[in-house]
């Protein structure tokens, strides 16, 4: 199974509404990354939490970390359409000697006008 | 500054083919990396190249080759193309070693191996 795994899979909303996409790991990480792509697009960085914060914002977005659970969530106040795209967290870990990022599967979201 | 740029946007290769991703980078980042995106399966990682004149392998290397040209550049190529290769494919560059700080991402190159 992978490092990181996002839920939902896809969430559809309502503009207007929140948007939380929750991250979960399974080894101690130096950092936690999150990313949007928008169709047909490279990734984008979003925010970037270290493993001794607990939250960060920017923003209408809004991160938090609980290295005791091994999890995070990427909350969208406020969401518009323009927030539609696929969000990935990724995990900073050191495995092999080396330094590695590894990336979830993703949450598509939808944002209904 | 253009950040991460790729050629070709997309390509259409028959099995067996050979061909070269390109991918630079102006923002004079030491570390450089190519991802493949499938569906469902998030991005997962073929080579990096922390600095230049070194590369080393990373979660699926196998059918691939690369090249850190000089500190700008870093091409994957595809010497025996597969179908199992259709994918997306990224190049990303982060300015030291480690991944302190957030990958800058190229707008990917879409193959189809047929």
């Known amino acids: 199974s992978q490092q990181g795994e996002e839920d939902p899979q896809a969430l559809s909303i309502q503009e207007g509404e929140n948007a939380t996409m929750n991250c979960s790991y399974k080894?101690?990480?130096?950092?936690l990354q999150w990313y949007r792509q928008n169709s047909g697009r490279g990734l984008v960085h979003l925010i970037l939490?270290?493993?001794?914060?607990r939250e960060k914002h920017s923003g209408r977005l809004r991160v938090t970390l609980d290295t005791s659970k091994k999890s995070s969530s990427l909350l969208i106040t406020a969401s518009r359409a323009a927030d539609t795209a696929s969000y990935f967290c990724?995990?900073?870990?050191?495995?092999?000697?080396?330094?590695?990022?590894?990336f979830g599967a993703g949450t598509r979201l939808a944002v209904h006008p | 500054n253009a950040g991460v740029t790729q050629t070709p946007k997309f390509q259409v290769l028959k099995t067996g083919q050979s061909m070269t991703l390109q991918c630079a980078q102006d923002m004079n980042h030491n570390s450089m990396y190519w991802y493949r995106q499938d569906p469902g399966m998030g991005l997962r990682l073929i080579y990096y190249s922390a600095s230049e004149g070194t590369t080393d392998k990373g979660e699926v290397p196998n059918g691939y080759n690369v090249s850190r040209l000089n500190k700008r550049e870093f091409s994957l190529r595809l010497e025996s193309a597969a179908p199992s290769q259709t994918s997306v494919y990224f190049c990303a560059s982060i300015p030291g070693q480690t991944h302190n700080s957030p990958l800058h991402f190229g707008n990917g190159t879409r193959l189809t191996v047929t």
């Open positions: 990724a995990t900073a870990v050191i495995s092999g000697g080396y330094n590695k990022l590894i």
């Open positions: 939490i270290r493993s001794n914060e």
């Open positions: 080894t101690s990480i130096n950092n």
